[in-house]
């Protein structure tokens, strides 16, 4: 089965930053777009950032407008391993952040919590 396993959120204030680490065991993803979701206060997840997985020399990447600018998705093949960096983060990026294939709708990881203070 696979796994994914989230981790390097924490808290941090207005402006900080954060890197985040998805590590997929179990399975070889990396010919899969992944993507970057977070859960806020209405309890749904909503994608933040995303990489493709065909081009090794060349992944593409898609963000949310709110986070354009600030947030980079990035991966290692040979570490299995999705990144997240966030920097200048803000108040309403707080919540909880999970990985996972794009569009796959089970085997979620627990996610890492991110909060960031005023």
């Known amino acids: 089965q696979v796994q994914l396993v989230e981790s390097g959120g924490g808290l941090v204030q207005a402006g900080g930053s954060l890197r985040l680490s998805c590590e997929i065991h179990g399975g070889i993803f990396r010919h899969i777009v992944m993507a970057w979701y977070r859960q806020g206060p209405s309890k749904q997840r909503e994608e933040v950032a995303a990489?493709?997985?065909?081009?090794?020399?060349?992944?593409?990447?898609t963000y949310r407008d709110s986070v354009k600018g600030r947030f980079t998705i990035s991966r290692d093949s040979a570490k299995n391993t999705v990144y997240l960096q966030m920097n200048n983060l803000k108040p309403e990026d707080t919540g909880v952040y999970y990985c996972?294939?794009?569009?796959?709708?089970?085997?979620w990881g627990q996610g890492t919590q991110v909060t960031v203070s005023s």
């Open positions: 996972n294939a794009k569009g796959r709708r089970d085997g």
């Open positions: 990489i493709g997985g065909s081009d090794p020399s060349n992944f593409a990447t």
